[in-house]
T-cell receptor, first 115, second 115 residues
């Protein structure tokens, strides 16, 4: 069974440009999460989808970030325009519903470098 | 709000040494607790978990016990190997009765094991 996959693995862009990150969750997982780790600090929650609906987007830093999950399958996270402080590793995770233990399965992450 | 504090690294050990990585948490109610590991070039993998007080999670020779009285979940291994070199993240999931499912992470601790 395929795990959570993320594209690209690394992106280098200039300040002011737009970048779109993609996440393909494990098939059948309704829950999809985005997290970010900046400069070796803690991994912080960005948002949570249940199918195509945003359940919790309290961690989104500002309106330059836009997340979508069309059809409840893959998700994209767009940063427009990118700023220097957006650099970091963006992780995606997924989990099935009805799971008491809340085990989330993570992708390898996308390393974003804004120059 | 909920938070996780773990010891800063890097932790440098020789092969077969004893490992302890400290983790303490602040949370309301009864969270679930996790240790995730990130090997070089890979995504986050669940290492072990505990869902209630006094539970002991274990996997691959690693152990951690959920101590509610000290709000701790320290990771231990009796004899580390070079292949254990990775970044270890302590995390909690708030009580699901609150309806929130995001994970709250610590800053991560890098472990370096030399032959």
């Amino acid at each position: 069974e395929a795990g959570v996959t993320q594209f690209p693995s690394h992106s280098v862009i200039e300040k002011g440009q737009t970048v779109t990150l993609r996440c393909d969750p494990i098939s059948g997982h309704d829950n999809l999460y985005w997290y970010r780790r900046v400069m070796g600090k803690e991994i912080k929650f960005l948002l949570h989808f249940v199918k195509e609906s945003k359940q919790d987007e309290s961690g989104m830093p500002n309106n330059r970030f836009l997340a979508e999950r069309t059809g409840g399958t893959y998700s994209t996270l767009k940063v427009q325009p990118a700023e220097l402080e957006d650099s970091g590793v963006y992780f995606c995770a997924s989990s099935p519903t009805g799971q008491y233990e809340n085990i989330q399965y993570f992708g390898a992450g996308t390393r974003l470098s804004v120059l | 709000g909920d938070s996780v504090t773990q010891m800063e690294g890097p932790v440098t050990l020789s092969e077969e040494a004893f490992l302890t990585i400290n983790c303490t948490y602040t949370a309301t109610g009864y969270p679930s607790l996790f240790w995730y590991v990130q090997y070089p070039g890979e995504g986050l993998q669940l290492l072990l978990k505990a869902t209630k007080a006094d539970d002991k999670g274990s996997n691959k020779g690693f152990e951690a016990t959920y101590r509610k009285e000290t709000t701790s979940f320290h990771l231990e291994k009796g004899s580390v190997q070079v292949s254990d070199s990775a970044v270890y993240f302590c995390a909690l999931s708030p009580n699901l009765n609150t309806g929130f499912q995001k994970l709250v992470f610590g800053t991560g601790t890098r472990l370096l094991v030399s032959p």
